[in-house]
Nanobody, 124 residues
């Protein structure tokens, strides 16, 4: 079992920045890659970014490329999502998730564990 706890969400004006954190505990190991997804009411959860635990390969959705940066601190079992140049369209609940290595990091059904989510609201 892996437990994931997100933090760092909040209200920010358009053009501002936020940094989300995801602390992992339990059976954490290099067997899992980590991802961030987001969801707004009435829409499907969508992929935002992912990172591999071993060599830190990163993946991004086109909508956030160049504005968001995913990183991890293996010693702290924590993954971060730095979000810059935020837009109102980035408003959503953001979820951290863990997926076993060898599975697609872009597909939410491949993920085994999810956090409870943290709200990000970007005002115009």
């Amino acid at each position: 079992q892996v437990q994931l706890v997100e933090s760092g969400g909040g209200l920010v004006q358009a053009g501002g920045s936020l940094r989300l954190s995801c602390a992992a505990s339990g059976r954490t190991s290099s067997s899992y890659n980590m991802g961030w997804f987001r969801q707004v009411p009435g829409k499907e959860r969508e992929f935002v970014a992912a990172i591999t635990w071993n060599i830190g390969l990163t993946y991004y959705a086109d909508s956030v490329k160049g504005r968001f940066t995913i990183s991890r601190d293996n010693a702290k079992n924590t993954v971060y999502l730095q979000m810059n140049s935020l837009k109102p369209d980035d408003t959503a609940v953001y979820y951290c998730a863990a997926v076993r290595t060898g599975y697609s990091v872009r597909i939410q059904s491949a993920y085994d564990y999810w956090g409870q989510g943290t709200q990000v609201t970007v005002s115009s």
